[in-house]
């Protein structure tokens, strides 16, 4: 299985960002697909996900208002459009794929090498 991210880059505070995931390889019936992020010195954390074959979304506290996870199944690929960004949302940011519609961290069986979001003040 292999997850290709894209769509990262240097932005300033305020500005929007669109990321995409493409997976390839898997033949998960139900699953789960997800955005985390890791800043500097900071443990990864996750920021949205989406699951199969419901397509319920969700958010992290952080994330929730700004954020909007979208995606399409038949084509295995999630996005991430990240509106009105800030410093702190500075991180690389990883996509990931899980089975059994989970989220979470630990549900996630493959992951992606991650792409550099850069928020500037």
């Known amino acids: 299985v292999q997850l290709q991210a894209s769509g990262g880059g240097v932005v300033q505070a305020g500005d929007s960002v669109r990321l995409s995931c493409v997976a390839s390889g898997h033949t998960f019936r139900s699953y789960g697909m997800s955005w985390f992020r890791q800043a500097p010195g900071k443990r990864r954390e996750f920021v949205a996900g989406?699951?199969?074959?419901?397509?319920?979304?969700y958010y992290s506290d952080s994330a929730r208002g700004r954020f909007s996870i979208s995606g399409d199944n038949a084509q295995d690929t999630v996005n991430l459009q990240m509106n009105n960004l800030k410093p702190e949302d500075t991180a690389l940011y990883y996509c990931?794929?899980?089975?059994?519609?989970?989220?979470?961290?630990?549900?996630?069986?493959?992951w992606g090498k991650g792409t550099q979001v850069t928020v500037s003040s």
């Open positions: 989406i699951t199969w074959p419901s397509g319920s979304s």
């Open positions: 990931a794929i899980g089975e059994w519609s989970t989220v979470s961290e630990s549900g996630m069986d493959y």
